[in-house]
Every structure is written in C-alpha cells, then in structure tokens.
C-alpha cells in the first residue's frame, strides 16, 4: 500500500514551532523522552527536561523532544505534553520495534535511543542529543543480548551526539560491533571513546575532531559519498571534574554484575537494575555525572545543528 502524507501525519506530528523550523531549514535537536519518564524522579525530571531544551536553544538550535502520545509519535512536546511524559504513570518504555503496535493501539510511551533515532530521522531531523547507547551487555557469547541501538544506527543517517555506550556494557565488543556495522565515530576533543559516568572507557577511537563545523563536514561528506544509511556518532566524553569517580564506579558496578548474576537477572531488566544499583551505590553520583554529560552533549549537537543548516 503506497503510503501518503495524509497517513503519515496520522502517526507522526512535528509540533509547530518543529514543523516551521523543518520548512525554514533551521537548525533542529531531537532529544529522547525515556530520561524524562524513566531515568529520573519527579520533579527533577520536567526540570531536567526543561532545561535540556533551553541549552539546545542557547546553542542556536530548536528542541525537539519526542514521545508517542495516544498513537502518535509528537516531534517536538509543548509544556503540557513534557509535563504528562514526566507524570504520567505507567508509561511504556517504546524502542523501535513497539512503535508500529503503540501507533496501531493507541498507546503512549517515551522513547529510546533506537525509536527517537528512527523518529526524528523520519521527520527529518538530523541531529540527535542522548546520554549514553545501549550496546553489546556483557556475557554476550552467553545470551546474544544486544542493544536494538546498534542495529537502527546502522541503518539510519543521523547524527547521534553521546557520551560513549553505558558503562555497564560490554565497550570493546560494542566498538567491534558498530566497527562491522559500519558506524562511524568520531571523538569530540579526545583520542579515546568515552566511558559515559567517566571521562573516558580507555579503548580509542580512529577519529578526532575538534569543532562542530568538522562533524557537520563529515555529515555532508556522508550524503556526498553515499552508500548505506549509517550513523555518525559524536563521541562527547563528560568533563573531567564532573565524572563519577572512577575506583567508586569500578566497586560498585563490580557489586551490582555480582548481585545482577546472584538474583538471576537477564534480559530487558539487567539494564535499569544495573543503573539503579548505581545510582543508589554511589549516593546519586553516577546520576550526576549522567545529567552532566547529557548537558554537554546537548550544547554540543545544538552547535552541530546550526552548522549543518548554514551549510559552513
């Protein structure tokens, strides 16, 4: 069945003010809802929200954080919808697989990394701000558990602003992985791929760059060469004064792999067990440093945005 505009708009919405700066050509910043509902307690997660757009903005760019509402994946939430992706109970946690089924149902849910890519892809935003991608788990030889991350980068032409693959991953394998997939990464200011909570996970990367001018010189070189849809990953490690501290981090990741593998956890849950476990044994530090890399990242794709639309 051929597919038209008028069907399109009925699962997928660009708020105005997104919708104008589409038509203009502005500079745009998709960002994910999941760290809204799911990654912080109320009410510091409207705020975080909030301010995440206002950063984007300051950097020159328009905010466009994306959620499925009632079936309708919205690009771009005005207050009101922030606020129920930040109150709502229950909401779903939605990666791209769920999409269709949330559209077909009804349903409304925030997004993952794998779903916002493919959203604001889709609505033809191509620059995305996260914390960290998920990415290949530890014990993969065992379990074959793999984040659907790698998979949509590998076949989406985005630009995906982070601060390395969580740390609970396994960071070498998931490198490996994106290497075969042909994901390019780039290191924003570093020789090595950062650790997300950390600085840096000390593996390397074959890229530096040292402004946004130069990611969104290999974005052009990217439509300019061809070839398969792949992403672009700037590498954006968290400064070093704000990173968790890294024998803390070390002891109690250590502490939750061992209780993770006591309890039997696998699967969808060992992810946000994990980072609970964290977050909880470090006093709310990993959180901190969490919030402080996805701030940077922020700034950072707003500057790649606004780059990209002037065509520098």
């Known amino acids: 069945m051929r597919t038209t505009r008028q069907s399109l708009s ?20 998709a960002l994910e809802s999941t760290i809204i509902s799911h990654g ?36 771009g939430l005005d207050k009101s919808e922030l606020e129920r992706v930040a109150g709502e109970r229950g909401l779903r946690k939605l990666g791209f697989r769920d999409l269709p089924a949330a559209a077909a149902l009804g349903a409304s849910g925030a997004t993952t990394v794998s779903a916002t890519s493919f959203l604001a892809a889709r609505a033809g935003i191509r620059v995305f701000a996260t914390g960290g991608l998920g990415g290949v788990h530890r014990g993969w030889t065992e379990s074959q558990d793999e984040s659907a991350d790698l998979d949509m980068l ?36 570093t020789d ?16 530096r760059i040292e402004t946004p001018d130069e990611a969104a010189g290999i974005m052009r070189a990217q439509d300019a060469l061809g070839g398969p849809e792949t992403a672009l990953i700037v590498a954006n490690p968290v400064p070093l004064p704000e990173q968790l501290d890294p024998g803390l981090h070390d002891r109690v990741l250590a502490e939750a792999l061992a209780e993770a593998e006591r309890r039997q956890i696998t699967g969808q849950a060992i992810t946000p067990f994990l980072l609970g476990y964290l ?8 959180l901190e440093a969490n919030l402080a890399a996805v701030r940077g990242n922020a700034r950072v794709a707003g500057r790649i945005a606004a780059s990209w639309s002037r065509g520098d």
């Open 154 to 189: 590998s076949r989406t032409r985005i630009t995906v602003v982070c601060a390395g693959v969580k740390s609970i991953l396994d960071v070498p394998a998931t490198l490996q992985r994106l290497e075969t997939r042909g994901v390019t990464i780039a290191g924003f200011r």
């Open 40 to 75: 912080l307690p109320q009410p510091r997660n409207l705020e975080v929200a909030v301010e995440l757009e206002r950063i984007v903005r300051e950097a020159g760019a328009v905010p466009a954080t994306i959620a499925v509402l009632d079936g309708v994946a919205r690009i």
């Open 192 to 207: 090595e791929f950062p650790g997300f909570y950390l600085h840096t996970s000390g593996e390397p990367v074959d890229w």
């Open 10 to 29: 009925g699962v997928l919405r660009p708020s105005s003010e997104v919708a104008e700066a589409l038509e203009q050509g502005a500079p745009i910043v």
């Open 279 to 286: 977050v909880r044994g470090t006093d709310g530090a990993s």
